[in-house]
């Protein structure tokens, strides 16, 4: 029975270790499971107020040397998905962007942080917008700890040499899923 009650208290102990492990994690304070009327595009024949959400992150891993955030949309009937918001050049002391911080004319992304084109043909958040009757479309943002501190683009790149880039000098990504449909 000893035995028994040692086995036990062991792999509690373990397990606790394995799992409470201090993982690369994005969150959002405006985003639950889906977008609203205040992230949907202005634009398109949408009408929502165009206001990227509010991002933050933790436990980066070491070697981290700045940041990029992502926001695509894989259900968008284009055969290559929809890029809505792409973010690199992030300080790598930054953990946060604050609500509406995808909009440039508002200066309230982290200093010297790039926002290129998206799909919009925009620089800067272009929120969802999916065709009415389409159906949910979720909504991937991803924030990427990268092994370099520029990615040497400028804001007006494409989102497709943004993204080659990225996957050349990402060390790890976390991502959270929204939804939305009109």
């Given amino acids: 029975m ?5 086995i036990l208290v062991l792999s509690l102990f373990i397990s606790t270790i394995v799992f409470s492990q201090n993982t ?23 009408t929502g107020d165009n206001q990227s959400p509010q991002l933050s992150w933790k436990n980066a891993p070491k070697g981290t040397k700045s940041f990029a955030i992502t926001m695509y949309d894989p259900d968008a009937p284009t055969r290559s998905g929809f890029w809505h918001w792409v973010v690199f050049d992030i300080p790598s002391n930054v953990t946060e962007l604050v609500t509406n911080a995808g909009n440039p004319k508002l200066n309230l992304a982290p200093k010297g942080a790039i926002q290129s084109l998206t799909d919009y043909g925009i620089k800067g958040f272009g929120g969802p917008c999916p065709p009415k009757g389409h159906g949910l479309h979720q909504y991937i943002i991803t924030v990427y700890a990268l092994k370099t501190d520029k990615l040497g683009l400028n804001d007006t790149i494409n989102p497709a040499v943004v993204g080659f880039n990225l996957w050349n000098q990402t060390i790890a990504k976390a991502s959270i899923v929204a939804y939305y449909k009109r």
């Fill in 2 to 6: 000893k035995n028994s009650n040692l």
């Fill in 24 to 46: 690369f994690t994005l969150t959002s304070n405006d985003l639950g499971g889906s977008t609203t009327k205040t992230q949907e595009f202005n634009g398109f024949g949408c």
